[in-house]
């Protein structure tokens, strides 16, 4: 082979340019972007024939297995770390001394916007599962910069029951089982009961379980308690609470355990409805310090559907 | 926003970093790769939460259309140009003193392996179109570096026919109607019979074609001739052959023109069964010269049915 080989410089500038004079700046841009990178990975692997048909059957199967109710590209994006680095770049705050909130993770394909409103130190639990372990959480919201208390932020928790299944992937739990909205009171106390949270796989049987696969990676998740605070005056706050002794921290296959969310749950003596105790002190930043005050947290077209609306669409596409 | 809020630069080594040990490590350098150059492109446009689920589900949306003869995700590569590029990389030719064959261009998704061999100046027009021109193509074989005459190599030809469509796309066209595979005399000549090539547009039905859309760019080919040709000795050599006169060369929705390849087609006058005359000289380069002699054409795993076998398949898919 000659050093005369190399690739023609001129090739992707071409493809870029090809777009139109109609396209919108940030298209555009966007666009340009990935163009270049996707030729760039392609010329610094001199990726063959073979493996590039290898990469548009895998494109192609992804699509095939998504459903209403599953969004497979979702998954494969939280799989190569896409949704943590998104989350990331929309969400980091850190102010000119170097104060930072409570972190924000990804808020993954689970969470309902049908969580109903329930009282300060009610449960969660609708549906008892034999090896759930009760636990009674409680915390405060303090402004991360004042340390005054918050009052009146809604803080929408979401958790797996102890089979490791949310409400709408399994028949035996009622719908908003394990979910609930709940108001901070004026002293920026919490306080509920639920689970202490179980660890579980992703769904390993379409092309996300193929990746991982090939990458010899578990398809484990963590432990951890959804957690979503949301207020008029502060940045939303995503949170995925860790037991401090779950194996799989390391290894998350969706990247989105940090540092600040892992915490320890103590053994609770004092209570007859609750044998652990989870203290979970949450700092908010003011909205100002937010790169994107306005951004809305990214939500999925997919699997956000209530228990019974998504039952009836998998119906209506079985019948198609 | 603060001068401190800058991206963890430890997060795409970690997740790179997370494939096993027992991955292969062709397939480490080819993930690898891809994972930085994703996160790269998400930094540098800083991908906000709506637009990378715009992504999401336009990638869902190219497997939910594709079937054993429509590969969609083949198609956006090529409106990328992926396929070009990844050509390049697989079968760039050029000597130390700067000898090169004629070019190479990607195959598409219409070649058939099932065409039929023919004779010296037979035609490869079964069912003859009332706008179709006959041409007389012809050529002589060449090395490259001897310009010696090269016997006994297989020209494979394919093409549109008058209204745009490949038999298997065209209910009225008999299968390997203009296909077929000749071989070069002692001389190292070939000449057949086939149509002027003629313009038509990609499917728009599908995500390529919002794609396209987006881009603001035409989903025209210009009007081509497919040709490979295939020795023992030497490099196989995939054209597509362009009338010069055609008004898409510079907008090729698949980025697969080449100068050289670009050619008149001359009035022809003492032959009743022809109204157009194609010159076209081939230079072939010695097997050693390609930069992987083994390698073989890129061939998709769709779209390569025989007519009868895809139609079958089709029907088949209907009833699942």
């Keep these: 082979m000659s050093a005369n080989r190399q690739f023609d410089p001129d090739f992707t500038p071409y493809v870029i340019n090809a777009m139109g004079p109609k396209v919108p700046e940030r298209t555009r841009v966007i666009l ?10 392609a010329r610094e692997v001199e990726l063959t024939p073979a493996e590039w048909m290898l990469g548009v059957e895998f494109i192609n199967s992804i699509g095939k297995i ?6 497979e590209c979702h998954r494969i994006c939280d799989v190569i770390g896409l949704e943590s680095l998104v989350d990331e770049i929309a969400n980091k705050i850190v102010t000119d001394e170097g104060v930072t ?45 004042t340390g005054a208390p918050i009052e009146g932020a809604v803080l929408d928790i979401w958790q797996a029951s102890a089979n490791g299944q949310y409400d709408f992937q399994d028949p035996n739990q009622s719908e908003n089982n394990l979910r609930g909205k709940f108001r901070s009171n004026e002293k920026g106390e919490f306080y509920w009961y639920c689970y202490h949270p179980t660890p579980y796989s992703l769904p390993t049987d379409g092309p996300a379980g193929v ?9 484990m998740r963590p432990a951890h308690i959804h957690l979503m605070i949301t207020h008029p005056d ?3 706050v995503i949170n995925q609470i860790y037991p401090s002794d779950d194996p799989h921290l390391g290894i998350d296959s969706v990247f989105a ?27 908010m930043a003011l909205k100002k310090h937010h790169p994107n005050p306005n951004s809305a947290p990214p939500v999925s077209s997919f699997e956000r559907f209530s228990k019974s609306k998504g039952q009836q669409q998998q119906q209506q596409q079985q019948k198609l």
Tied chains: 1, 2.
């Design 32 to 41: 340009g972007s990935l163009i270049k990178h996707i030729h760039d990975f």
């Design 66 to 71: 998504s459903t209403p109710i599953r969004n």
């Design 101 to 145: 909130p409570t972190s924000n993770v990804i808020l993954g394909p689970f969470w309902s916007p049908n969580a109903p409103f329930r009282a300060l130190g009610d449960s969660i639990i609708q549906d008892p599962n034999p090896d759930g372990k009760v636990t009674f959480m409680h915390g405060v919201l303090r402004d991360m910069e």
């Design 211 to 219: 990746l991982l696969n090939v990458m010899d990676r578990s398809p």
């Design 234 to 236: 502060y940045a939303t």
């Design 257 to 283: 355990v940090k540092n600040d969310l892992v915490v320890d749950f103590k053994p609770k003596t004092d209570d007859p409805k609750a044998s652990l105790d989870l203290d979970y002190p949450v700092k």
